[in-house]
């Protein structure tokens, strides 16, 4: 077993914190705070066999509620339910359908949006903190190019993705899994390799309680102020302050007496929707390019954070993209130090430094008082113990001898006048190419067993794989599907190869009534040597059974304990984030980390690029503690993207972002309207988009002509 990266137990100079019981109170969904559930909230994120087969319904079409995106919804249990269901479909939808292509055409090759792999065999087992994964490998023939891997998007960490036996073709069997690691070492093998999660009932992460109700879904117009600035109105305008002209010391109640006049270096329309992201619980912020989006949300960031009392919450920032939010936290760093980037690995070495992994070694030993860690720690020793032992026999270390006699006796596979009948027998007569202290199977087997052996054809002489994506826009992904340490290394606990080991060296088939009928006989030397092959594939496929059914009551415990051990790490970070001003992470993360920002208890949330985030992770931002959404973006330049194309556009509309429904349903916003990036004459092409209301800023005034622009 590997040694643990962090210790935990008293030591001197030890950090002792009580742990927070609203983590765990989180994610038991019985407890009355977060009960009692609806059947779409007890879902599991990853879809069953029934609904990757398409015999979850009758008929030929999943049923979905429409999107209402020019008018209120009914009520927000509607409005969540819909669009949990249109983003659950829209991660389903792709895979259900390649599904039914290969049911169609088992045969078939790879196409642009399926890729199928096939002669694909589990060859370990991987224990990692987050849980059991299968440690396969496969063949690409179908692909019919060689796979670039470094910069392929296939088989990412995330990706859903449905087995079934060679011979069923997804008739009626069918096993969902997600890939939990792809490691560019591993899928450069020959044959590729990858882990994969299989899918299992995790309980949804959805509050009963949806701050911002009567905005988000009934779309009233009449936008209060947060809870907090109408307790505290009175805001310190320093933070903005670049000249020593200004009046630092004066404050504001920025309810009843906003500065009529912008200060720092704000234009008139980034002062007015200053006003709106600190006044307004619900602040919509339109950003057209070149306005300074950015610059509008730090102005607002300093403000919120120089204001903010000491025993106040973290704000959260959040982006669509990891290298956005990077780019957003390097702004921050610059007047404040005390943040913390969660999640996904950052390219830069200083934003690195304040990871909660980074500042963990930098903080010394931490002891959570009654958490989850530890005591979930020593259970996966447990059970990785139990694990080694009963997978021994299927070791590569055994992979040139036949399973014992003792093993199939063990588990009622073989009788004890059947055993005894070899070691008798095995005693008499000792064969010349066999050692005497093997196993007696493996003489009564002699040369009627060889290897397994599944032959993968290396490069097939295909071509070359095109480069799927830009190189940035794979690395993003795989960050943002990481895990939630540093890499999967930190997370693997212990990995336990499997052997195909020996098979029977006669490919004619007999048939099962033959074999059981065999195995009747007391002395099974009696039994002809052309069907000792046959008689020992049967019975390793017994044992694996056997040994299937116990693997799986070890790995549905691991996985309690997997989800337990998650729930630790939340209560141990917690005592990181708590003490920070301010906290980054994606939009996905909002969702990955819930369990532990809600347990902070965060009243501000400021998502940049929010026109492009579906509404769904959107609303994830909506803790029950939520009282300020600062939503900034720019729905005239970027959409959500969705996997299914059909869920684009009438009625779904699973394209249009939150920000974008309610620019529709005209809630108000403000909107940045002087730009610093293009000259006048690029600024004209864009004015079909944006009519009158962006202007040019004085300084593009004065850049160079554009040459296409002028001719000689």
Same mark, same amino acid.
């Given at each position: 077993?590997?040694?643990?990266?962090?210790?935990?137990?008293?030591?001197?100079?030890?950090?002792?914190?009580?742990?927070?019981?609203?983590?765990?109170?989180?994610?038991?969904?019985?407890?009355?705070?977060?009960?009692?559930?609806?059947?779409?909230?007890?879902?599991?994120?990853?879809? #069953?066999?029934?609904?990757?087969?398409?015999?979850?319904?009758?008929?030929?079409?999943?049923?979905?509620?429409?999107?209402?995106? *020019?008018?209120?919804?009914?009520?927000?249990?509607?409005?969540?339910?819909?669009?949990?269901?249109?983003?659950?479909?829209?991660?389903?939808?792709?895979?259900?359908?390649?599904?039914?292509?290969?049911?169609?055409?088992?045969?078939?090759?790879?196409?642009?949006?399926?890729?199928?792999?096939?002669?694909?065999?589990?060859?370990?087992?991987?224990?990692?903190?987050?849980?059991?994964?299968?440690?396969?490998?496969?063949?690409?023939?179908?692909?019919?190019?060689?796979?670039?891997?470094?910069?392929?998007?296939?088989?990412?960490?995330?990706?859903?993705?449905?087995?079934?036996?060679?011979?069923?073709?997804?008739? *009626?069997?069918?096993?969902?899994?997600?890939?939990?690691?792809?490691?560019?070492?591993?899928?450069?093998?020959?044959?590729?390799?990858?882990?994969?999660?299989?899918?299992?009932?995790?309980?949804?992460?959805?509050?009963?309680?949806?701050?911002?109700?009567?905005?988000?879904?009934?779309?009233?117009?009449?936008?209060?102020? !947060?809870?907090?600035?109408?307790?505290?109105?009175?805001?310190?305008?320093?933070?903005?302050?670049?000249? *020593?002209?200004?009046?630092?010391?004066?404050?504001?109640?920025?309810?009843?007496?906003?500065?009529?006049?912008?200060?720092?270096?704000?234009?008139?329309?980034?002062?007015?929707?200053?006003?709106?992201?600190?006044?307004?619980?619900?602040?919509?912020?339109?950003?057209?390019?070149?306005?300074?989006?950015?610059?509008?949300?730090?102005?607002?960031?300093?403000?919120?954070?120089?204001?903010?009392?000491?025993?106040?919450?973290?704000?959260?920032?959040?982006?669509?993209?990891?290298?956005?939010?990077?780019?957003?936290?390097?702004?921050?760093?610059?007047?404040?130090?005390?943040?913390?980037?969660?999640?996904?690995?950052?390219?830069?070495?200083?934003?690195?430094?304040?990871?909660?992994?980074?500042?963990?070694?930098?903080?010394?030993?931490?002891?959570?008082?009654?958490?989850?860690?530890? !005591?979930?720690?020593?259970?996966?020793?447990?059970?990785?113990?139990?694990?080694?032992?009963?997978?021994?026999?299927?070791?590569?270390?055994?992979?040139?001898?036949?399973?014992?006699?003792?093993?199939?006796?063990?588990?009622?596979?073989? #009788?004890?006048?059947?055993?005894?009948?070899?070691?008798?027998?095995?005693?008499?007569?000792?064969?010349?190419?066999?050692?005497?202290?093997?196993?007696?199977?493996?003489?009564?087997? *002699?040369?009627?067993?060889?290897?397994?052996?599944?032959?993968?054809?290396?490069?097939?002489?295909?071509?070359?794989?095109?480069?799927?994506?830009?190189?940035?826009?794979?690395?993003?992904?795989?960050?943002?599907?990481?895990?939630? $340490?540093?890499?999967?290394?930190?997370?693997?606990?212990?990995?336990?190869?499997?052997?195909?080991?020996?098979?029977? #060296?006669?490919?004619?088939?007999?048939?099962?009534?033959?074999?059981?009928?065999?195995?009747?006989?007391?002395?099974?030397?009696?039994?002809?040597?052309?069907?000792?092959?046959?008689?020992?594939?049967?019975?390793?496929?017994?044992?694996?059974?056997?040994?299937?059914?116990?693997?799986?009551?070890?790995?549905?415990?691991?996985?309690?304990?997997?989800?337990?051990?998650?729930?630790?790490?939340?209560?141990?970070?917690?005592?990181?984030?708590?003490?920070?001003?301010?906290?980054?992470?994606?939009?996905?993360?909002?969702?990955?980390?819930?369990?532990?920002?809600?347990?902070?208890?965060?009243?501000?949330?400021?998502?940049?690029?929010?026109?492009?985030?579906?509404?769904?992770?959107?609303?994830?931002?909506?803790?029950?503690?939520?009282?300020?959404?600062?939503?900034?973006?720019?729905?005239?330049?970027?959409?959500?993207?969705?996997?299914?194309?059909?869920?684009?556009?009438?009625?779904?509309?699973?394209?249009?972002?939150?920000? $974008?429904?309610?620019?529709?349903?005209?809630?108000?916003?403000?909107?940045?309207?002087?730009?610093?990036?293009?000259?006048?004459?690029?600024?004209?092409?864009?004015?079909?988009?944006?009519?009158?209301?962006?202007?040019?800023?004085?300084?593009?005034?004065?850049? !160079?002509?554009?040459?296409?622009?002028?001719?000689?």
């Amino acid at each position: 077993m590997s040694h643990s990266r962090f210790q935990y137990g008293h030591r001197p100079k030890e950090k002792v914190r009580p742990v927070n019981p609203e983590i765990r109170q989180y994610f038991d969904p019985d407890l009355p705070v977060y009960g009692p559930w609806r059947v779409w909230q007890t879902k599991p994120e990853l879809p #069953s066999t029934e609904e990757v087969l398409g015999t979850d319904i009758p008929g030929d079409f999943v049923a979905l509620t429409p999107n209402c995106i *020019s008018e209120p919804w009914a009520s927000k249990e509607e409005y969540l339910e819909a669009h949990y269901a249109l983003i659950r479909e829209d991660s389903i939808a792709p895979l259900r359908n390649a599904v039914a292509r290969v049911r169609a055409d088992p045969f078939m090759k790879d196409t642009p949006d399926v890729s199928i792999y096939e002669k694909v065999f589990l060859v370990g087992v991987t224990l990692a903190r987050a849980g059991l994964a299968l440690h396969i490998q496969f063949s690409t023939r179908r692909a019919g190019k060689n796979i670039a891997w470094t910069y392929s998007n296939r088989l990412n960490p995330g990706t859903i993705v449905a087995l079934t036996p060679k011979h069923n073709a997804f008739l *009626s069997r069918c096993v969902v899994a997600v890939v939990a690691c792809r490691l560019l070492e591993a899928v450069e093998k020959d044959p590729p390799e990858v882990d994969l999660f299989l899918a299992s009932p995790d309980d949804i992460e959805v509050d009963p309680h949806f701050p911002l109700n009567e905005q988000i879904c009934s779309l009233a117009g009449d936008i209060d102020a !947060p809870g907090y600035i109408n307790t505290a109105p009175c805001m310190d305008f320093a933070p903005l302050s670049e000249v *020593s002209a200004l009046d630092i010391t004066t404050k504001y109640d920025i309810l009843q007496q906003w500065p009529s006049q912008p200060m720092g270096k704000l234009d008139a329309s980034q002062w007015s929707a200053l006003n709106r992201m600190l006044t307004k619980k619900l602040a919509i912020i339109q950003g057209p390019p070149g306005t300074g989006k950015t610059f509008t949300s730090i102005a607002a960031l300093k403000m919120m954070l120089s204001n903010k009392g000491p025993n106040d919450p973290p704000i959260i920032i959040a982006a669509q993209t990891n290298h956005a939010l990077d780019q957003l936290i390097k702004h921050i760093s610059v007047f404040e130090k005390n943040y913390v980037r969660l999640g996904g690995r950052t390219s830069d070495p200083e934003i690195r430094k304040r990871t909660p992994y980074e500042i963990r070694q930098n903080q010394g030993l931490l002891t959570i008082e009654g958490g989850l860690m530890t !005591p979930m720690r020593k259970k996966q020793n447990k059970i990785a113990a139990e694990l080694d032992k009963l997978l021994e026999p299927l070791a590569p270390s055994n992979n040139s001898k036949p399973l014992a006699a003792s093993l199939f006796l063990e588990h009622g596979l073989l #009788s004890q006048e059947q055993v005894d009948s070899l070691q008798e027998t095995a005693q008499k007569w000792q064969q010349s190419n066999i050692p005497a202290n093997a196993d007696p199977l493996a003489a009564w087997l *002699s040369d009627c067993v060889r290897e397994f052996d599944p032959e993968y054809a290396g490069d097939f002489g295909f071509d070359n794989d095109d480069i799927d994506l830009e190189y940035e826009q794979l690395k993003e992904i795989e960050v943002e599907h990481g895990r939630y $340490e540093d890499d999967w290394s930190a997370f693997k606990t212990r990995f336990f190869p499997l052997s195909p080991g020996l098979c029977s #060296s006669n490919s004619a088939k007999v048939s099962r009534t033959t074999l059981e009928h065999l195995l009747k006989e007391k002395d099974i030397y009696k039994i002809h040597k052309r069907y000792r092959g046959a008689v020992y594939d049967y019975l390793r496929e017994q044992l694996i059974a056997v040994l299937g059914e116990q693997v799986q009551r070890l790995a549905q415990t691991y996985k309690y304990c997997s989800t337990n051990f998650q729930i630790g790490r939340f209560e141990r970070d917690y005592c990181i984030l708590q003490e920070a001003k301010i906290i980054g992470m994606t939009t996905t993360g909002l969702s990955k980390y819930r369990g532990l920002v809600s347990s902070l208890n965060p009243r501000v949330i400021l998502i940049e690029e929010a026109a492009e985030v579906l509404e769904a992770p959107v609303a994830v931002a909506c803790f029950p503690s939520l009282q300020h959404l600062i939503l900034v973006g720019d729905h005239q330049q970027l959409k959500g993207q969705c996997a299914d194309y059909e869920l684009c556009g009438h009625p779904f509309y699973l394209d249009v972002s939150m920000f $974008e429904r309610l620019m529709i349903n005209e809630m108000p916003y403000a909107m940045l309207q002087e730009q610093r990036r293009m000259v006048p004459e690029i600024r004209k092409l864009v004015a079909p988009i944006y009519g009158d209301l962006l202007r040019d800023h004085q300084s593009v005034e004065d850049h !160079p002509l554009v040459p296409v622009c002028y001719p000689r």
